[in-house]
């Protein structure tokens, strides 16, 4: 977790370094983490879905201080009933919850944001980083006013100087992953989690580049350590396996909306993310679109047929009330 000073109210934490007097950084790893048991650690599926809450605390904080994740899987396909209503498939994908509540601000104008760390199996170079897709869509039903997608494809790679998309088919194919992994972000946060509205939504900043990972001990006592040991230090290679390193970048999300007052004014934020294997989730377009798009072509087309049949009978029309010997009237009587 990243508390920055937003000096110049935009939103942006990807300006300061990592050792700047501006940002200060709350390491989970140095959470203890309580497991809520809502359902008595059994795998019980509560409308198709199973969530595991997770309560974070430090010495650094106070007993009114939240710092929860919260995370979902689900049996069915299924959009999540909360905003940003994110798509959820079985057994594929992850989605999850990150509450920051009653936090104490450090700064005059503090913000809170995230640094994710990226994790893949493919190999990157240090001018590379893991491909982003930006997607954008008419249908804003499940998010009203949010036509944007976000997803990260963890199995490619594109150049950080030109963007351009990266095809090395002897060094991915070494370290490839079947299916590759993503991170689906939608660009909204919310200030009250009960009442998720547009009102009470906020937007979310990803950093335009990816950062890479100066210190291997952070990750040391962490879930991906126990997979990839070695191979998460970038200069290693198993002469065992000969497999290279993994891919690791570091990803900068940051939460509010300028001029919003800061975290200060509702000291609240809640923020939903899925990540997953195979191929990100596409909504379709909802059905009231659909009939929207329907009934606004059939208007459209209506209305032309209809102006094509009034031209032709007001055309007909004059040309029935014009009399038949009228070219005669100004002949000269022989």
Not at 20 to 28: A, C, G, R, V, Y
Not at 175 to 186: C, D, E, L, V
Not at 255 to 283: C, E, H, M, Q, R
Request: charged share 20%; with cysteine; glycine share 4%.
């Amino acid at each position: 977790m990243l508390e920055y000073n937003d000096l110049d109210d935009n939103v942006n934490m990807s300006i300061y370094s990592q050792n700047s007097d501006q940002i200060l950084i709350h390491n989970f790893n140095e959470y203890q983490w309580r497991r809520s048991l809502v359902n008595d650690g059994s795998l019980i599926f509560e409308n198709n879905l199973y969530e595991i809450t997770y309560n974070g605390t430090s010495s650094k904080m106070n007993s009114s201080e939240q710092v929860i994740i919260k995370f979902r899987i689900s049996n069915t396909t299924q959009h999540h009933k909360e905003m940003p209503h994110l798509l959820l498939t079985p057994g594929w994908i992850v989605q999850f919850d990150v509450l920051f509540n009653n936090l104490t601000s450090h700064f005059k104008q503090s913000r809170f944001g995230l640094q994710l760390a990226m994790i893949s199996n493919l190999t990157l170079s240090p001018t590379e980083e893991f491909r982003k897709d930006v997607l954008f869509s008419i249908d804003d039903e499940l998010t009203p006013g949010n036509f944007e997608m976000t997803n990260f494809l963890l199995g490619e790679s594109v150049s950080k100087l030109n963007n351009k998309k990266l095809v090395n088919t002897d060094k991915h194919s070494k370290n490839s992953t079947n299916p590759p992994a993503f991170i689906q972000i939608k660009p909204a946060c919310f200030i009250d989690n009960q009442w998720r509205t547009v009102q009470n939504s906020r937007n979310v900043y990803v950093s335009k580049h990816q950062d890479l990972l100066n210190d291997e001990d952070s990750l040391r006592y962490s879930l991906p350590s126990i997979f990839y040991a070695d191979r998460i230090n970038p200069n290693t290679i198993d002469n065992n396996t000969g497999l290279m390193p993994i891919g690791i970048r570091l990803l900068n999300v940051s939460f509010g909306t300028p001029t919003d007052g800061f975290y200060a004014k509702t000291k609240f934020i809640v923020w939903t993310a899925s990540f997953g294997l195979g191929n990100p989730p596409k909504d379709n377009l909802s059905s009231l679109l659909i009939g929207l798009i329907v009934c606004s072509m059939l208007i459209i087309v209506s209305a032309v047929i209809l102006g094509i049949l009034l031209v032709i009978i007001l055309r007909r029309r004059t040309t029935l009330d014009r009399p038949i010997l009228s070219h005669f009237v100004n002949d000269p009587i022989a």
